[in-house]
């Protein structure tokens, strides 16, 4: 069995590769279907997805990673024999809820969540070295690539004080070591 | 160094203007960011896997033949030991690199010597800065300035020269035909030259073939075959009866793209399906949209029939369809066909979406003569 991980945006990509590569998750790289994460919200809107799991003979599991993950995953018919689990790992609201964390901010945001998304709580107080938080890749990439573990922990604290998910909706703090 | 785009006339049996474009023209999604486009400067996308499908006798050899001599252009400033006429035919080559735009004119005659080589006339080279602000006007021809005073060389040495100044290799032609026994000689010659690992030709060797652990070169002409429990000594013919000619043809070919991945240039494969299983082209094509394997931002660009091939491709404009109507020409399935998204584009191909379906009437008539 692999996993096939789908990562809903390529900022969540960045976040799953960060962990990989630094020997934070439960399972590595050879674990993973082609070896590595997917960003791709639906297969059958993911030619990428559909090559690697027209390669691989075995069965298949699926994390998906993302912020709320409304939208149900539709599993095309020639691969409902081959995957046989699908699981969410959420980052709800938003994944900036990670930044907010890593910058101690949390206590600051929750005066001000109601009227605002993380994203634009994240822009407004987030930099790293000269450069704002701007929603992109790079940024993760900067942010976390140099700090792995702070990532690690952000996670663990956002499962911690983030109580509230849905009973399928797990937490990435649950696919860490 | 990335080729834009190619404008030919007189070339083959191409009409004139005969253009390919290799820069994405529809809309860019991020997941078309990381699986399907290379970002060479700030704004400026190529494909990292072009298709080329058709009928029979459409001009999809053609088609990539062409990319190939610009490649041969761009790589080596000749162009020679082609299998076409070289008389009359007009390049318009638009290239990038390092931060620049190069627009390049050049007509192709055949040299007056015996030898297999194009000769180059009226040359003309152009350039201009790349700017993001100007990616959607990249072609536009009022910015460019022609670069003068560049100095003489031979006649079958092309002023892209001036430009490029060292032979490199900018891509691989894999054709149809295989190389037969001069096979194994060139698959050593590639790892030499790319320097790919024997680890790398081992793992090769073993997708292909589970009982062959390595394979050595011990001269010109003859192999040292590394079973599991048995070493064997065989010439390059009897190589290629033992393992198969299309064994030895995907040895080439993997290794080839080993080479393109590693090294960023690009991979030109005529009849991509020709003698593999379905899994070892879906598995060549997921390397080229593997940012992970495909660090160097090379290219795979194929012909194929087998129209499952493009439902892999999450995009439409870097798929086209030959046609032949007295002339070969090319159509961009983005550009010049207005399909539902939603369906498979292989399911449109057999429905002849793309007026590519073999003639009905044909096969009947065939079928009718075997049944008197």
Redesign the interface.
């Known amino acids: 069995m692999k996993y096939l991980i789908m990562c809903e945006g390529p900022n969540e990509l960045e976040i799953v590769k960060i962990l990989l590569e630094n020997d934070l998750l439960l399972f590595d790289k050879d674990e993973l279907l082609n070896l590595i994460p997917y960003h791709a919200r639906q297969i059958d809107k993911s030619p990428a997805v559909q090559l690697a799991l027209n390669i691989y003979p075995g069965e298949v599991t699926v994390l998906r990673i993302g912020d709320g993950l409304t939208e149900k995953l539709r599993i095309p018919n020639k691969y409902k024999d081959k995957i046989i689990a699908v699981e969410k790992y959420c980052t709800k609201p938003e994944l900036e809820m990670l930044l907010i964390i890593a910058e101690n901010l949390l206590d600051e945001y929750n005066k001000v969540k109601s009227a605002k998304k993380p994203k634009v709580f994240a822009k407004e107080h987030i930099q790293c070295g000269h450069q704002k938080y701007d929603n992109s890749t790079r940024f993760y990439e900067l942010y976390f690539g140099r700090n792995p573990l702070l990532l690690a922990a952000s996670i663990k604290e956002y499962k911690r004080k983030h109580g509230s998910h849905k009973k399928e909706e797990r937490y990435l703090a649950d696919l860490l070591k | 160094m990335k080729l834009l785009r190619v404008v030919a006339s007189y070339f083959k049996n191409c009409r004139d203007n005969f253009m390919i474009d290799l820069i994405s023209k529809s809309k860019r999604t991020?997941?078309d960011?990381?699986?399907e486009l290379h970002e060479i400067d700030e704004g400026l996308y190529v494909y990292n896997t072009v298709a080329f499908v058709g009928k029979n006798a459409s001009g999809k050899t053609t088609a990539v033949e062409l990319l190939d001599c610009c490649y041969s252009i761009l790589g080596e400033f000749r162009v020679e030991n082609k299998t076409y006429q070289y008389d009359h035919v007009t390049l318009d080559i638009i290239f990038y690199h390092e931060g620049m735009i190069y627009r390049y004119f050049t007509k192709l005659e055949a040299d007056a010597s015996l030898e297999n080589k194009a000769v180059f006339t009226d040359q003309h080279i152009f350039q201009k800065k790349y700017y993001k602000s100007r990616s959607k006007s990249v072609y536009d021809e009022r910015d460019f300035k022609e670069m003068e005073d560049l100095g003489s060389l031979p006649e079958d040495t092309s002023i892209v020269f001036f430009v490029l100044k060292k032979k490199q290799t900018r891509a691989l032609y894999f054709d149809s035909e295989g190389k037969g026994a001069s096979t194994y000689q060139l698959l050593f010659k590639a790892l030499r030259n790319y320097k790919i690992s024997t680890e790398v030709l081992a793992d090769i060797i073993h997708i292909f073939d589970e009982n062959i652990c390595g394979l050595q070169m011990v001269d010109d002409n003859n192999y040292k075959l590394l079973y599991k429990a048995e070493q064997k000594i065989v010439s390059d013919t009897e190589l290629v009866h033992l393992l198969s000619s299309g064994t030895t043809k995907g040895i080439l070919l993997y290794t080839m793209a080993a080479a393109s991945l590693q090294m960023g240039f690009d991979l030109i494969i005529d009849e991509i399906e020709n003698h593999f299983h379905?899994?070892l082209v879906?598995?060549l094509?997921?390397f080229y949209?593997?940012k992970?394997v495909n660090r160097n931002k090379a290219a795979l660009l194929f012909t194929t029939h087998y129209c499952e091939v493009l439902?892999?491709?999450?995009r439409r404009d870097n798929i086209w369809i030959s046609k032949s109507k007295e002339k070969v020409y090319l159509e961009n399935m983005y550009e010049n066909f207005d399909i539902r998204t939603e369906l498979l584009k292989s399911n449109q191909f057999y429905s002849n979406a793309f007026d590519t379906a073999v003639n009905y009437e044909e096969l009947m008539n065939l079928k009718r003569k075997l049944m008197e």
Do not use: A
């Open positions: 991020s997941e960011k990381e699986y379905k899994t879906e598995n094509i997921s949209k593997d992970m439902d892999l491709f999450n």
